[in-house]
């Protein structure tokens, strides 16, 4: 029986003014006190944090993303509690936070806060990404969030696949695809619906929250939606997402539209939809996103001990992400918590390459252009709506764009699979970017380099399923692993294990 039949056996509007709630630094670590010669001491490792001054509020706005890439003042903002994508001249917006208020704490406070926080229960702190809620959302209710204690993900050593492959002995794996719904859009998703869920209850006329969707987004959208009872929309490309991803969506009750076209065709669609429509856009070009995106970054840096890694590599389709990481990085060096940034590194798949091929003209021009089939089909986007973002991330981070094709993705994913893992496809493309920069010595033995995988690899068992089973047409499979048919007798189960064992090292 070929290896592929085993397989298969295996499977069968209105704007609001801002009503202003304060926000201000809470303490929740537990304290632990002795008392020693009736003097108590606390014994935690971390010391209590001073309190927070009374009159400080910390607040966000909406300001042109133009002001913060031309560092040019200007009179346009919004406050959050506003529903608005665009500035008045069509660009992208960002969200700007009171930098001043913050900074009233020092970075020895904000380390402490961060750390006392890590691990709890305590709503909603729990959540790695609400533990910093100051830097996120500030004015938000407690009681307004949604949560499913996101954040927090791994970043293990790839101690084998560094050492082994690549000469590495300081490699890292930031694993975001170890959260709710399986990808790091969960961290984005739980920002965006609370502030819905806090427009609702403030009587803003929302219907409901829409999405375009590779897959990703559109599950950590239903999900987050339905944990709020808040009605969801997906615009899906019809046939271009994998069964795990389209099955969350329809389990979570949203209404899933499966559309005759590509991501960039739904997208098109969405961003129509919701300005005729009172459905609240979902994508991330809607930058309340990327506030919850950027905690990844940060929490890096916490679970470094606020070491700053050399390089951090991210795949990138939409965008969206590569800014995330550049501006959780970048809001830690302006507090003072750490004093430089890594140099990041985006990774497209050849067949969903805009920005590599941009970043080769030497950013002379940006193309949109049709995005072909692609193993990492979360990317397969061809007009990315944060472009002007992650150019001003690469190019304020010394970084660099590389790509990956469809063989050097697989191999890479077989390759870290073969080590413990079990990536996805998307992280293949960040790992190949990894191999192509270390090969050619750009990134060298001894750098301390993370690469975020941004999704689970059970989502994407297909592909690996495909590989596998050396079902590719056109690819070697150079590392696949397909199971031994054999029949159930002692005889023939110690042949094919003698044949195994005598091709095995022995330690
Ligand atoms: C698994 C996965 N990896 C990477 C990306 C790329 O992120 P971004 O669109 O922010 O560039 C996406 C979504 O686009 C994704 O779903
Ligand atoms: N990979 C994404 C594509 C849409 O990106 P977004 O960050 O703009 O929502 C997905 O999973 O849909």
């Known amino acids: 029986m070929a290896s592929s039949q085993l397989f298969n056996s295996f499977l069968s509007y209105s704007s609001l003014v801002n009503s202003h709630s304060t926000s201000t630094v809470h303490h929740y670590m537990p304290k632990l006190v002795i008392k020693c010669n009736n003097t108590p001491i606390a014994v935690n490792n971390i010391s209590p944090p001073p309190p927070s001054p009374s009159n400080i509020n910390f607040s966000a706005k909406y300001v042109p993303f133009n002001s913060i890439s ?3 003042s200007t009179t346009e903002s919004y406050s959050l509690d506003e529903i608005v994508y665009r500035s008045q001249a069509g660009g992208l917006l960002d969200i700007q936070h009171d930098m001043e208020a913050l900074k009233q704490f020092d970075r020895e406070y904000w380390k402490t806060v961060f750390d006392s926080r890590t691990g709890t229960t305590k709503w909603p702190y729990g959540s790695g990404e609400w533990s910093k809620k100051e830097w996120v959302l500030p004015e938000i209710d407690n009681d307004d969030i949604v949560s499913a204690f996101e954040g927090n993900s791994n970043l293990f050593w790839a101690e084998r696949f560094g050492k082994k492959i690549l000469e590495m002995n300081d490699l890292w794996v930031k694993h975001c695809g170890i959260s709710h719904t399986g990808s790091f859009k969960d961290l984005g998703m739980t920002v965006l619906v609370s502030q819905v869920n806090r427009l609702r209850k403030m009587n803003v006329p929302l219907v409901g929250v ?4 590779t897959g990703d987004t559109s599950a950590a959208l239903s999900a987050y939606c339905a944990a709020a009872d808040i009605p969801s929309i997906v615009f899906l490309p019809a046939n271009k997402i994998s069964m795990a991803q389209l099955v969350q969506p329809i389990a979570n009750g949203s209404f899933v539209l ?6 960039d065709g739904c997208m098109k669609l969405i961003r129509e939809i919701t300005s005729e429509l009172p459905i609240y856009l979902a994508n991330s070009l809607n930058s309340l996103r990327l506030e919850g995106q950027k905690t990844a970054a940060i929490e890096i840096l916490q679970q470094f001990d606020w070491e700053v890694p050399d390089w951090v590599i991210v795949p990138g389709g939409n965008l969206g992400n590569i800014y995330a990481f550049y501006k959780g990085f970048k809001m830690c060096q302006e507090l003072g918590l750490v004093d430089r940034i890594p140099r990041l590194v985006c990774a497209q798949a050849t067949n969903a390459n805009p920005l590599f091929l941009y970043y080769k003209s030497g950013w002379k021009e940006f193309r949109p252009l049709k995005a072909s089939t692609t193993f990492a089909s979360a990317i ?13 991330a690469l190019k304020n981070s010394n970084g660099i764009v590389e790509e990956a094709t469809e063989e050097e993705l697989m191999d890479a994913m077989a390759l870290a699979d073969s080590t413990g893992m079990f990536i996805c496809p998307h992280t293949g493309v960040a790992l190949t970017a990894l191999i192509k920069l270390r090969n050619s010595g750009i990134i060298g033995s001894t750098d301390k380099t993370v690469v975020v995988s941004t999704a689970h690899g059970l989502k994407f068992t297909q592909s690996k399923i495909d590989y596998q089973s050396r079902e590719i047409k056109d690819m070697a499979c150079k590392y696949a692993n397909p199971p031994v048919k054999v029949k159930a007798e002692f005889g023939s189960v110690m042949d094919v294990l003698k044949k195994y064992l ?3 090292r022995l330690h």
């Open 258 to 263: 499966s559309i005759d076209t590509d991501f």
């Open 502 to 504: 005598s091709n095995t």
């Open 70 to 72: 031309t560092n040019t």
């Open 210 to 213: 829409g999405c375009a969707s």
């Open 380 to 392: 397969q986007i061809g007009d990315p709506v944060s472009i002007d973002r992650a150019v001003y």
